[in-house]
């Protein structure tokens, strides 16, 4: 019997998880930021970085995947094929997957400079995959 990833049970766990998904598939500069206080539409930003466009598609499809196992599809996505910036919108989070380059040029740690920065500590989000997840990743 293969094993799911926890379904999350609130906007953190969903964060988390996709954070942990990410992990997974060796994104950089993970920041996850609390927008809740200043945006109506969500909860959380997810922001990583992929070395090179394809994978950063692959940080996007892994994000996806471990989501819809979970239990969310997202709600909207876009820019996944293309990899240079993709947008995975699951309602209380947003994740924006960047090839590193357009990351720069765009700077959303700045523009979302007051949100508050939530700790990700690589060891516990290791630990939301089950190990056939975390194998296949």
């Known amino acids: 019997m293969r094993k799911r990833p926890p379904r999350p049970t609130d906007a953190r766990a969903a964060a988390m998880l996709c954070a942990a998904a990410a992990l997974q598939r ?3 500069d993970l920041l996850l930021l609390e927008v809740g206080e200043l945006v109506g ?5 997810l922001l990583a970085s992929g070395r090179s466009t394809r994978q950063a598609t692959a940080i996007a499809e892994a994000i996806a995947r471990v989501m819809k196992k979970a239990g969310r599809k ?3 996505s876009d820019g996944i094929r293309e990899g240079r910036w993709a947008l995975l919108d699951f ?16 700077d959303l740690e700045s ?11 690589p060891a516990e989000l290791d630990a939301l995959l089950p190990a056939e997840e975390a194998a296949a990743g």
């Open 26 to 28: 060796k994104a950089q």
């Open 41 to 45: 539409y969500t909860d959380y930003f």
């Open 74 to 76: 997202p709600m909207g």
């Open 91 to 106: 309602g209380e989070v947003v994740v924006h997957v960047f090839h590193e380059p357009v990351r720069r040029f765009y």
């Open 111 to 121: 523009l979302w400079g007051d949100a508050p920065r939530v700790e990700l500590d």
